[in-house]
């Protein structure tokens, strides 16, 4: 196994969001009708990074994540037929965090978030059997993004670290990393061993403008935490490790229709091939191709 690579079981803790997909091939028209296509599908960067995982083979990933009453169950059965093990906390006064992703033509996304209960995730909901025989814990970013889930993720990280458990994170957002400061962000996460940006939330994570080099970006992070993995998305990906990029992975080739969830998609495949002792650069190889499963198909999630 490569620097860092673990084995065994794998506790994601993140979102688990509802998300309203529609695709609208033409661009969208003010004030009238747009056609489109229009799936409510289970979703949430950290549960679909589960559930990618599984789907590569992983048998033991675990999630905990809270959710509103309104789709618990929903939310519960989806996960289990995906194959994770998920630790659903119900809010008592939120909702399940709801995106509304639009898709143009181009297979390009905005998001709408109603953050709901995801970030509301607490301390309180943390309990240290949790990472009972757990080899590698996942932190989805946007937990970092809210004041409680902050705290918890915070907790989760030190509780990892205590038990010579490495820890990844995906910073998730460049508009909601931009809102709370790199520095910031980055101080949050110390201690990780992992970092999985795509190439403007590294830009911005290493203090570089728009446009800048992302394999600079890369490897300035990479001396801040030891391996960094940059998504390109249909460009691949590259890794850097201890100040420098050591790995460049082309893109697969994948007729685009939604490209929500490709970056989890990455995250749970490169993990899951880390969990079986790949090399950085074979694992980042897996991503990819999970990555252009993930665009061809509606959603964020496998199958």
């Known amino acids: 196994m490569g620097r860092d690579a673990v084995s065994g079981a794998l ?137 409680t889930s902050r705290e918890l993720a915070r907790l989760a990280l030190r509780s990892a670290r205590g038990r010579g458990v490495p820890v990844s994170v995906d910073p998730a957002s460049a508009g909601f990393l931009a809102g709370l400061g790199a520095e910031r962000f980055l101080d949050a996460v110390s201690g990780t061993r992992v970092l999985l940006p795509n190439a403007d939330e590294a830009r911005l994570l290493a203090g570089l403008g728009p446009g800048a080099d992302e394999g600079r970006a890369a490897a300035e992070l990479s001396r801040r935490v030891p391996l960094v993995v940059v998504t390109l998305g249909a460009a691949g990906a590259l890794v850097a490790e201890d100040g420098e990029v050591t790995a460049r992975i082309p893109g697969r080739p994948a007729r685009a229709v939604d490209s929500t969830g490709a970056g989890d998609a990455f995250t749970g495949a490169f993990l899951a091939a880390r969990l079986a002792g790949a090399e950085p650069a074979a694992a980042a190889a897996a991503g990819c191709r999970a990555g252009a499963e993930a665009v061809g198909r509606f959603g964020g999630r496998p199958g």
């Open 11 to 147: 506790l994601v803790v993140g979102d688990v969001v509802t998300d309203v997909v529609a695709v609208h091939p033409e661009p969208l028209a003010p004030a009238t009708d747009t056609a489109a296509r229009i799936r409510t599908l289970p979703g949430g960067a950290g549960a679909n990074a589960a559930c990618w995982a599984a789907h590569e083979g992983l048998a033991e990933v675990g999630l905990l994540a809270r959710v509103g009453a309104e789709s618990a169950d929903w939310h519960e059965r989806a996960l289990a037929a995906a194959g994770v093990r998920a630790r659903l906390v119900v809010d008592p006064a939120e909702p399940t965090a709801t995106v509304v992703s639009l898709v143009d033509g181009a297979a390009e996304r905005t998001f709408l978030t109603d953050s709901g209960a995801a970030l509301r995730l607490s301390p309180a909901d943390w309990a240290p059997e949790l990472l009972d025989g757990c080899a590698h814990l996942h932190l989805s970013g946007y937990l970092f993004f809210g004041g």
